[in-house]
């Protein structure tokens, strides 16, 4: 059974800092990995998708890296800001269904 | 706007009662999900429906049922054999289920409370 784990549970940085989030699974056959962003109370907003065979990919202030071998992926949030305050999860695909982590919860300090 | 909508947002529930909370997409997707979310864990997968007239149980599929009569419509079913139903509810919906370049869409979400 594939395991996600987020590490921190909880991030404060001020703003202008960059973030960077860190997602671990235990089973590399996966078809994809995401990350979505979750604002309180909401449902979840699609951030990033890297495909198995990919090894990151780019959206604006947002970067994202996977590495398939090891069981990682991690999140960069260049230049953070207070709009950014979120909580960010991180999703693999195996066998056609998702598996999400708890997620990172990120404050951004004005 | 294309989206998925997810009624009532906030539903309250007594003992042995059965709730049906709804999900509707305009986005004319074939694939559509249910999941679970509880404080300080990840998603976990109800129900998931491939195409209409077919759906599949996840992994606590146990107190909840659901029907896909309808491409755009997937409901699901808190029913009294649900001992702990209260949690946050999330439908999403994919243009092709388990394609590997396709990401779900989630609705709003529906928090559902027993009184």
């Known amino acids: 059974k594939q395991e996600v784990t987020q590490i921190p549970a909880a991030l404060s940085v001020p703003e202008g800092e960059n973030l960077v989030l860190n997602c671990s699974f235990t089973?590399?056959?996966?078809?994809?990995l995401q990350w979505f962003r979750q604002d309180p109370g909401k449902g979840l907003t699609s951030l990033l998708l890297i495909q198995s065979s990919q090894r990151e990919q780019t959206s604006g202030r947002l970067n994202a890296s996977l590495d398939k071998s090891s069981g990682r992926s991690t999140l960069y949030i260049a230049a953070s800001q207070p709009g950014d305050s979120a909580t960010y999860l991180c999703?693999?695909?195996?066998?056609?269904?998702?598996?999400f982590g708890a997620g990172t919860t990120v404050t951004v300090r004005a | 706007d294309g989206g998925i909508t997810q009624s009532p947002k906030y539903l309250f529930r007594k003992e042995g009662q059965n709730v049906t909370l709804s999900c509707e997409q305009n986005?004319?997707?074939?694939?559509m999900y249910w999941y679970r979310q509880d404080p300080g864990q990840g998603l976990r997968l109800i129900y998931y429906?491939?195409?209409?007239?077919?759906?599949q149980k996840g992994d606590i599929a146990e107190g909840y049922s659901v029907s896909r009569e309808k491409k755009e419509s997937f409901p699901l079913t808190v029913t009294s054999a649900q001992k702990n139903p209260t949690a946050f509810y999330l439908c999403?919906?994919?243009?092709?289920?388990?394609?590997?370049?396709?990401?779900?869409?989630f609705g709003p979400g529906t928090r559902l409370t027993v009184l």
């Open positions: 429906s491939q195409i209409v007239n077919d759906f």
């Open positions: 986005l004319n997707h074939d694939a």
């Open positions: 999403a919906s994919s243009a092709i289920f388990g394609a590997s370049t396709d990401t779900q869409y």
């Open positions: 089973d590399s056959a996966i078809y994809n």
């Open positions: 999703a693999v695909t195996n066998d056609y269904k998702l598996s």
